[in-house]
């Protein structure tokens, strides 16, 4: 009976974190991750490593719409640079849609539409898991879906 009062307990005294927080920019923690994401997509854009390696964990892994997992910092870095080298086009991430799980972790939904030189548009969605670690936001995970036709 003690463990089911407890239990209790401690899943009401967490619910409010999972499910009562705002979400979006109009939150100071909303607004940091959203400002990581543009972070996310300048650094892709503009190629720079340095800027990509300040924003993801070191842990962090990468499912891109090939199917293709990139692990850990070095190799979701890497990958990154050689799709964003051999698929030329201007990318867009706009979250549309951040739900926290706690204080120190977060799921970004965006859109990611990347319009090609001969002016096609690829348009999937990315999923970004975050982490508040060390006093900062970082990627921990990314998924990225080419929705079917």
């Known amino acids: 009976m003690k463990i089911l009062i407890l239990t209790c307990l401690i899943a009401g005294f967490s619910l409010p974190d999972a499910i009562g927080q705002s979400s979006g920019k109009g939150t100071k923690q909303g607004q940091a991750i959203h400002e990581l994401i543009d972070d996310y997509s300048r650094a892709r854009e503009n190629q720079d490593t340095t800027l990509l390696r300040s924003i993801l964990s070191a842990d962090v892994d990468q499912l891109v ?7 850990g910092i070095e190799g979701s870095m890497a990958g990154m640079v050689r799709s964003t080298g051999s698929n030329p086009g201007t990318r867009t991430l706009t979250v549309e849609k951040l739900r926290f799980i706690g204080t120190k972790s977060a799921i970004a939904d965006a859109r990611y539409v990347i319009q090609n030189p001969d002016g096609t548009r690829r348009e999937m969605w990315s999923t970004f898991v975050v982490v508040n670690a060390k006093g900062g936001w970082k990627i921990t995970a990314i998924r ?5 036709r």
């Open 65 to 71: 719409s090939t199917g293709e997992w990139r692990e």
């Open 144 to 148: 990225n879906m080419l929705p079917a």
